[in-house]
């Protein structure tokens, strides 16, 4: 099993900062994608940012520029730096370590409110 510890999150004014962490522990395999998801009131779950093992990133073409993700091997945590925050990026954020289509994990979610 897969235990993900999130950590950020909170209110923060458009234009401001936060900083998100993910914390992955148990019986972790060497190669997985661990990024985060969010979820806004009466939408779907979306995929925010993601990166490898290997180093490879990707991010949602809403947050490209404004979010920036790493990863900190030693002790299997991502980070998600969220800049240039929008009213939209206002949802509740969740950490994802996933091996593929099957075995994934997710974190409890952690809120992130933008206000005007």
């Not at 190669?31 to 985060?36: F, K």
């Not at 949802?91 to 099957?102: E, M």
Request: net charge neutral; proline share 1%.
């Amino acid at each position: 099993q897969v235990q993900l510890v999130e950590s950020g999150g909170g209110l923060v004014q458009s234009g401001g900062s936060l900083g998100l962490s993910c914390t992955a522990s148990g019986n972790i395999l060497s190669s997985y994608l661990m990024g985060w998801y969010r979820q806004a009131p009466g939408k779907q779950r979306e995929l925010v940012a993601r990166i490898s093992t290997g180093g490879s990133k990707y991010y949602d073409d809403s947050v490209l520029g404004r979010f920036t993700i790493t990863r900190h091997a030693n002790n299997n945590t991502v980070i998600l730096q969220m800049h240039s925050l929008k009213l939209e990026d206002t949802a509740v954020y969740y950490c994802n370590l996933a091996y593929d289509l099957i075995r994934e994990y997710w974190g409890q979610g952690t809120q992130v409110t933008v206000s005007s």
